[in-house]
């Protein structure tokens, strides 16, 4: 088997980190494969902040909403949304920049992604471990504070990368046939979402989670205790200030 493909089937997320630090030349060579993702327009308008100071990990697993794998992890990476170096570039060389919107954010927020995706992929492929950090957009506006970020750069998804120290099994996906549309979307019918659900919520795990946050169902474990309306909204309202204090939000 192709060894890219491989390594793609082979993913697992680590939350348990050896202490063995990441060789320089290794850590270099897994960010130059993250660097050659693809990028609008060849722009490249993203940077990445590596953290291996131990205190600041510790403040930094924090606002990760203290999951200890940010402060065990020897190599943490925050992969930031960034029109600041662009811009400056364009105003030195007499070009106005008009990148002050959403769609500009938008563009660098998937720029941003695709490199993260690649690193974990060369990380992977090293022998390493990855665990992506959710909470990252959710605490954007201090981690703007964290990092010193200038306006233009906003955080948008952090991972953590070690050698690991477990060996857990995969995580269930649904069915390939979930999720792939051939030639137009087709809407799912109430009998498509109960065959395209029905492994998952017979899992013995969702049975536990299920008798551990006392609900009736597995939707309502997402719905009700992990991803709630009020947590959404809120986190929303975060977004969207951190958006027009660093410069996206212009509509004229």
């Known amino acids: 088997m192709n060894k890219t493909i491989e390594t793609l089937l082979n993913h697992k997320t680590i939350r348990k980190y050896k202490n063995d630090s990441i060789p320089d030349n290794v850590l270099s060579r897994i960010l130059e494969a993250g660097v050659r993702a693809s990028t609008t327009g060849n722009m490249q308008v993203y940077s990445i902040i ?24 020897p190599v943490s990476l925050t992969f930031c ?24 954010f938008f ?12 690193v974990c992929v060369a ?10 950090l959710g ?32 060996e857990p099994s995969q995580v269930d996906r649904l069915p390939m046939a979930s999720v792939i549309h051939n030639e137009k979307y087709k809407d799912y019918s109430s ?34 205790n992990r991803y709630k309306k009020e947590d959404n909204v809120h986190f929303s309202k975060v977004l969207l ?6 410069g996206f939000m212009n509509q004229d």
């Open 241 to 246: 200030k951190v958006l027009k204090d660093q």
């Open 50 to 73: 590596i953290t291996k100071d131990r205190e600041r990990r510790k403040e930094l697993c924090k606002l990760q909403f203290n999951q200890k794998m940010v402060e065990e992890a």
């Open 107 to 118: 563009t660098a927020a998937i720029d941003a992604l695709l490199v993260a995706q690649n």
């Open 123 to 132: 990380a992977e492929s090293e022998g390493l471990g990855i665990c992506y």
């Open 191 to 224: 009998e498509d979402i109960d065959s395209i659900y029905r492994y998952k919520e017979s899992l013995p795990l969702t049975k536990e989670l299920i008798e551990e946050n006392q609900v009736d169902n597995l939707a309502q474990i997402f719905v009700y």
């Open 135 to 166: 909470p990252t957009i959710y605490q954007a506006d201090k981690l703007i504070n964290f990092f010193d970020l200038p306006k233009g750069v906003i955080p948008v998804t952090n991972i953590v990368v070690g050698y690991p120290d477990e």
């Open 81 to 104: 949304a960034d029109f600041n170096r662009f811009n400056k570039w364009c105003k030195q060389r007499n070009a106005e920049p008009g990148y002050d919107n959403f769609l500009s």
